[in-house]
């Protein structure tokens, strides 16, 4: 059974940093695509960083030069690492593995930017 489970979620203020955490469980994890959506209060769900098939790593353009994904595959871990947070980061973030045409998603943790 595949499980993603996110954390790291939390109430921020503008400027501020958060690194949000993703294990993955029952997923042959390095041959995974993981990936980092969001989903706002009304908003539909957007991609926030991914790596590709090939390696290559895209960010959306909200969060360039801010926001950076990593992975380790030792602990079956992906990470994002925001910084400079704005209020309009706010939403629930999610977690995404992509292996073949099977796609898993983790429950989400909420992150608010507020002062």
């Known amino acids: 059974q595949v499980q993603l489970v996110e954390s790291g979620g939390d109430l921020v203020q503008p400027g501020g940093s958060l690194r949000l955490s993703c294990v993955a469980s029952?997923?042959?994890?390095?041959?995974?695509?993981m990936a980092w959506f969001r989903q706002a209060p009304g908003k539909e769900r957007e991609l926030v960083a991914r790596?590709?098939?090939?390696?290559?790593?895209v960010y959306a353009d909200s969060v360039k030069g801010r926001f950076s994904i990593s992975r380790d595959n030792a602990k079956n871990t992906v990470y994002l690492q925001m910084t400079s947070l704005k209020p309009e980061d706010t939403a629930v973030y999610y977690c995404?593995?992509?292996?073949?045409?099977?796609?898993?998603w983790g429950q989400g943790t909420q992150v608010t930017v507020s002062s």
């Open positions: 995404r593995a992509l292996q073949g045409s099977q796609i898993y």
């Open positions: 029952g997923i042959a994890f390095s041959r995974v695509t």
């Open positions: 790596f590709s098939s090939g390696g290559i790593i």
